[in-house]
């Protein structure tokens, strides 16, 4: 396994793009699992109206494909935010504590890693959204899984959830399992949209 330890510099910034958004139910979308360019442009539309981020330009001649359910925005911090009709997480992948090249052999130090290193993310996450909502891990925590929601602790070692007008932020750390094996892991963050 390695492991990669950097500031929460970029998180930082991030957390505080996404503390700036005072209603999060202006850049959400319908929940019609509807792809292609008039579905981006809309979102674009949205996101740029209530968040003020820029998107990413289309090059000459590039087109929106009939695939594409989102769309990348940089903030007026420099910090790249990907966002869906229903999601929003920032693109920071130098930022903070993570593991990788995870073996079978492995878990416990990554399960380990992430346990030393949850703290300094949920009080930088605290410090910019205020108190949560809820907290919780699942060691030690049978009703962890479905403590904040049906299904909400799923492959995760730790969670906190912000609530906001028209989302949830939720700051957590990925569960490491044998089988599957999971490759890597970190702390993340996503506002899950209403």
């Known amino acids: 396994m390695k492991t990669q330890d950097r500031s929460l510099d970029d998180d930082a910034l991030a957390m505080a793009d996404l503390a700036e958004v005072p209603d999060w139910t202006a850049v959400a979308g319908p929940d019609a699992d509807q792809t292609?360019?008039?579905?981006?442009?809309?979102?674009?539309?949205?996101?740029?109206?209530?968040?003020?981020w820029q998107p990413w330009p289309l090059e000459q001649g590039e087109k929106i494909g009939d695939e594409s359910a989102?769309?990348?925005?940089?903030?007026?911090?420099?910090?790249?935010?990907?966002?869906f009709d229903g999601l929003a997480f920032a693109d920071v992948r130098t930022s903070?504590?993570?593991?990788?090249?995870?073996?079978?052999?492995?878990?416990?130090?990554?399960?380990?890693?992430?346990?030393?290193?949850?703290?300094?993310?949920?009080e930088l996450a605290i410090k910019t959204w205020g108190e949560p909502a809820y907290v919780g891990q699942s060691s030690g925590n049978p009703a962890f899984l479905d403590e904040w929601g049906p299904g909400a602790g799923a492959d995760r070692l730790h969670?906190?959830?912000?609530?906001?007008?028209?989302?949830?932020?939720?700051?957590?750390?990925d569960m490491p399992?044998?089988?599957?094996?999971?490759?890597?892991?970190?702390v993340n963050y996503a506002v899950y949209l209403d």
């Open 177 to 186: 399992t044998r089988d599957p094996l999971t490759p890597s892991v970190g």
């Open 96 to 122: 903070g504590w993570s593991a990788y090249q995870i073996g079978p052999d492995d878990i416990a130090e990554a399960e380990a890693g992430l346990d030393a290193h949850w703290p300094e993310h949920l």
């Open 36 to 52: 292609g360019e008039a579905v981006v442009r809309a979102l674009v539309q949205r996101v740029m109206a209530a968040t003020g």
């Open 159 to 173: 969670l906190a959830v912000w609530v906001r007008p028209g989302a949830q932020i939720q700051l957590f750390s």
């Open 70 to 83: 989102s769309w990348g925005f940089t903030t007026r911090r420099g910090i790249t935010m990907i966002v």
